[in-house]
């Protein structure tokens, strides 16, 4: 069975195109080796995103993505990407691309914490950096 992706969208935000998000997510875990999952991913506002940072990280400000790695077994993969649209189409300019754009990066961003990449470290920073480049590639994007 493929991976399954779900998209649940906020009545508070504009309404996205989930078909590049999904074949990222898609191609990000059968590039590294998962063929079995199910993986959500909820578009937000700022002030609804915040609350979620607040309540299951301890941070109370708006963030750009949060991903929780849901996974049970080494079978099947599960997590879930709460992304902000406010922020995507706000950070947009100083990529000089699109809010669609922006998200497409956060949702990438959100799948490669879900299959293992870190980004607490300068080396894990750097490899985290080079995957979303690799990903935004595939979309004949290049972020900066």
Known sequence: ??????F????????CDTKRMKKAIRTIAEDYGWEDGDISVALMCD?????INSKHLSHDYATDVISFDLSNSDDFLEGEIIASVETA???ADEHSWLGEDELLLYVIH?????????DKSVKETK????A?????????????
């Open 1 to 6: 069975m493929p991976i399954q992706v779900l």
């Open 8 to 15: 649940h969208q906020s009545d508070t935000v504009r309404t």
């Open 47 to 51: 002030l609804e995103i915040r609350e």
């Open 89 to 91: 189409d706000r950070e």
């Open 110 to 118: 959100g799948m490669l914490h879900i299959i293992g990449l870190g």
């Open 127 to 130: 490899a985290m950096r080079e």
């Open 132 to 144: 979303e480049q690799h990903y935004l590639g595939l979309f004949n994007l290049v972020g900066s």
